[in-house]
């Protein structure tokens, strides 16, 4: 069993933009394809810039505020409940667009190589 409290747990920076700060309470390694479980805290205007990731997906859920997930180009609102999953290769990018601090608490997903695809041969 691992127990995390995030009252117990430091900032730290959010590696696509360190002034936004983050909780991270599992890490790459504690369970098997995890690569992270965190909470990150986006003041207003604040945003972690477009990218993609070609080893893992992603999902977010707004625990607070709101904002906006560019994903590949198209918006997505953010608000309070909505969950976001970001599939492999798929650029994205989130804005805090409200009044107040955007809560996001989201995980990351480590998909094998040979399940990988490339992002150009995807069929939507």
């Known amino acids: 069993m691992i127990s995390t409290s995030l009252k117990?747990?430091?900032e730290e920076s959010v590696s696509h933009n360190p002034e936004i700060k983050k909780k991270v309470?599992?890490?790459f390694g504690d369970l098997p394809h995890l690569t992270n479980f965190s909470q990150a805290r986006f003041a207003p205007g604040q945003s972690?810039?477009?990218h993609a990731h070609q080893d893992m997906c992603e999902v977010f859920f707004v625990e607070a505020g709101s904002g906006v997930?560019?994903?590949d180009g198209k918006e997505n609102p953010l608000l309070p409940g909505t969950c976001v999953a970001i599939e492999l290769g798929?650029?994205?990018e989130i804005v805090n667009t409200?009044?107040?601090e955007l809560v996001l608490t989201y995980f990351g997903l480590q998909v094998e190589a040979e399940n990988r695809e490339k992002p150009s041969t995807r069929i939507e």
Do not use: F, V
Request: net charge negative.
């Open 69 to 71: 997930i560019h994903i």
């Open 25 to 27: 309470m599992l890490r």
């Open 98 to 100: 409200g009044s107040t």
């Open 90 to 92: 798929e650029i994205h």
């Open 48 to 50: 972690a810039p477009g």
């Open 8 to 10: 117990d747990l430091p």
